[in-house]
């Protein structure tokens, strides 16, 4: 199982338990790529999809809705492709 893959099953069971690096590890891993960096916001492009915007937790930690914002960008673009 590829790191990408791991990452990806750890965000689906435990949503809250993501650090902000792999929040947007996992996004590059599916596609999309840093735009920029304004303050602690960071902006993640993918062209055909909408921009994520991204802010660091708590300790470093990952918030929950942007995980599951994430995880439901991730589940469309993959909808798409089977399409």
Same mark, same amino acid.
Request: with cysteine; proline share 0%.
């Given at each position: 199982?590829?790191?990408?893959?791991? %990452?990806? /099953?750890?965000a689906r069971r435990n949503p809250a338990g993501l650090r902000f690096t792999?929040?947007?590890? %996992?996004? /590059?891993?599916?596609?999309?790529?840093?735009?920029?960096?304004?303050g602690s916001h960071v902006k993640l492009t993918m062209p055909g999809h909408d921009p994520l915007t991204y802010q660091a937790g708590k300790n470093g930690s990952a918030k929950r809705y942007?995980?599951?914002?994430?995880?439901?960008?991730i589940q469309n673009m993959r909808s798409e492709e089977e399409e």
């Open positions: 199982m590829s790191r990408c893959e791991k %990452l990806l /099953e750890l792999e929040l947007c590890l %996992l996004a /590059e891993c599916h596609g999309w790529t840093f735009e920029h960096q304004r942007q995980v599951v914002q994430l995880l439901k960008a």
